[in-house]
């Protein structure tokens, strides 16, 4: 599949053992739960992430308030024994659903520029057309949304990252 969004990989070195490092991690996040709802005035729950920790492998995600979840990165993560403590490799991606919705979104974008094309040539042989309103304006939308889009995901990417290097150092 093509990648729409940026993944972010780094390690933390922690002088925690694995078994610790699970700890910790368990101790800030909440099992997943997919019928968890959030208004915007409902108090959120006392753990900011959800996700699994299971054979020195987790994937964590942040609880969402408005239950948008699909546009949150994932957070997976290898724990590696080390002598002096822990080795953790993290990945940070976007969500497999968000993904499919750029991406088609993205495909989208292809044939209305052809189709934007196409009608500018004609209109150009015949001079009494012009492209609806929507097609001229709809590269520029999808422009900034993607442009928003990107934004907002490396703003939760720095977050995540924040994340855990507090919690393992």
Do not use: C
């Not at 739960?33 to 299971?54: I, M, T």
């Amino acid at each position: 599949m093509i990648r729409i969004f940026p993944i972010e990989k780094f390690t933390i070195t922690t002088h925690l053992k694995i078994d610790r490092v699970e700890n910790q991690l368990l101790s800030h996040i909440e099992p997943v739960k997919l019928d968890r709802v959030y208004f915007s005035g409902s108090p959120l729950p006392n753990k900011p992430y959800e996700g699994w920790v299971q054979n020195d492998y987790f994937q964590v995600q942040k609880i969402s308030r408005n239950n948008n979840r699909y546009t949150l990165p994932i957070v997976e993560g290898k724990i590696f024994s080390e002598d002096t403590g822990s080795l953790i490799e993290v990945k940070i991606k976007p969500n497999k659903n968000y993904n499919r919705i750029m991406l088609f979104l993205a495909l989208l974008y292809i044939p209305v520029i052809l189709f934007m094309g196409f009608d500018i040539w004609s209109s150009i042989q015949d001079n009494a057309r012009e492209a609806p309103i929507f097609f001229v304006f709809f590269p520029l939308w999808m422009g900034v949304m993607y442009f928003i889009s990107i934004i907002k995901f490396k703003s939760q990417i720095k977050k995540d990252k924040k994340f855990l290097l507090e919690i393992f150092n």
